[in-house]
């Protein structure tokens, strides 16, 4: 009874019957990936916390599911006119590999801020059946020009979260972490970009579980769902943080924000270098590389600590596209955010010495200066330095403003909120 009414207030498109469907079309295609349990996480949060590792599919997240579960079910005719979409980077890879098992042309527009390795992966999996186009900065740029092109060449659009077969694809998640957890389940936590995932996931799981409590979360920077939620009706942002690029929508859904505004529980706005950090921390303990969007649940944890104690957590890791060469931000985000690494203006008195003095009596034994840029003014009595310090951890900071000011030293913070700050983080 509880079934059929859920799925009666919900979307008659997207069922727990339509998402079974597509577990069974998909069958051949997907990896069934694991619920991983976490012996640290449980540890630290007194919790039963596993992780859905979507990172380990071929495509490396969980979009070929419903990117596969839409294409195959074109008709012949839909097929020859060829499909299009719009992606950050997943979505258009699970595309690009259907493209090519189903022998369908697709033309995939990409932001140009899209991770050089997203795009190399997308060349990959699509071969002679793809095309990519670079536009905009953002998803929601790159959507229009795709859905204007889609409009000009009569070919079939391949929404990445806002089309029922799409999220019955991604819903399949939900049924495998049912079937894997025997229905044992406390908690699912799910990131957050368009909707589709929590959308599809949330309806078979609420489904079939009364008492599962199913939260989203989402970046700080680009937090779409949680404000549509809070406004009652799908509100568009009107600037959003592109760093979490698999999660950087700028408006969700409507299909997606229907379901969501049924289903979800709570949801969670992560820190972006708070982000950062759990990506730290997965890669140096469990080995796991993931992408910003991929450890926004387990991101999520802290702040849910005292509700999951004694509970069952399932944390869906979505993905784990990540470019290497995006580490080095990454690692300077995570310190920030920790209250390791902090930027100054100093102005240094332009005679000897001065550099020593402030090594030798401003600095604490374990500090150290990672950036260092003088522009001396022959014509001034102080010259200014751009000076990049790393604590060993954030209780350090305010002794070393102590000690500054001791010396005399004139310095200025530099916080988010200064234009040269945007250029160093």
Not at 78 to 97: I, L, P, R, W, Y
Not at 259 to 268: N, R
């Amino acid at each position: 009874m509880l079934k059929n009414k859920l799925t009666k207030n919900l979307n008659p498109d997207v069922t727990v019957e339509t998402i079974e469907k597509a577990s069974k079309k998909l069958k051949e295609v997907i990896k069934k990936t694991p619920l991983q349990f976490s012996k640290r996480l449980s540890k630290l949060y007194k919790a039963h916390v596993y992780l859905k590792r979507e990172d380990l599919q071929e495509v490396r997240s969980y979009k070929i599911r419903g990117a596969y579960n839409l294409m195959s079910s074109l008709t012949n005719s839909e097929k020859e006119k060829g499909v299009v979409c719009a992606s950050a980077g997943n979505h258009a890879q699970g595309v690009a590999f259907s493209a090519s098992a189903l022998k369908v042309r697709a033309v995939i527009f990409m932001p140009v801020t899209t991770p050089l390795q997203k795009v190399n992966r997308v060349k990959e999996f699509g071969g002679r059946w793809v095309k990519i186009e670079l536009v905009g900065a953002i998803y929601d740029e790159s959507s229009t020009a795709a859905k204007n092109f889609c409009r000009k060449v009569g070919a079939v659009f391949v929404h990445p979260f806002d089309d029922e077969r799409v999220i019955s694809g991604q819903g399949t998640v939900g049924k495998e972490i049912f079937d894997q957890a025997e229905g044992k389940l406390d908690y699912i936590l799910c990131p957050v970009g368009g909707g589709g995932l929590i959308s599809g996931v949330g309806t078979y799981l609420k489904t079939k579980l009364k008492n599962v409590k199913l939260v989203g979360i989402e970046p700080k920077g680009a937090a779409g769902m949680y404000r549509s939620l809070k406004n009652g009706k799908v509100t568009a942002l009107e600037n959003i943080d592109p760093f979490v690029d698999g999660a950087a929508v700028r408006t969700v859904g409507t299909k997606t924000f229907k379901i969501s505004s049924k289903l979800v529980d709570q949801m969670v706005l992560a820190d972006e270098g708070k982000v950062c950090t759990t990506m730290v921390d997965l890669y140096q303990n469990e080995g796991i590389v993931t992408e910003p969007a991929g450890a926004l649940s387990i991101t999520a944890l802290e702040e849910l600590s005292e509700k999951i104690k004694g509970k069952t957590v399932v944390c869906i890791l979505s993905g784990g596209n990540n470019d290497i060469l995006r580490y080095p931000e990454i690692m300077e985000k995570s310190l920030v955010y920790q209250g390791r690494k902090h930027y100054f203006i100093v102005e240094f008195a332009q005679k000897p010495g001065q550099l020593k003095k402030f090594v030798n009596s401003a600095l604490g034994p374990t500090d150290d200066i990672v950036r260092f840029e003088y522009i001396k003014k022959n014509s001034k009595e102080m010259g200014p330095a751009l000076v990049g310090i790393e604590l060993t951890k954030k209780e350090d900071f305010q002794p070393l403003l102590s000690r500054m000011d001791k010396l005399g030293i004139r310095y200025t913070v530099l916080t988010s909120r200064d234009i040269l700050y945007s250029y160093l983080i």
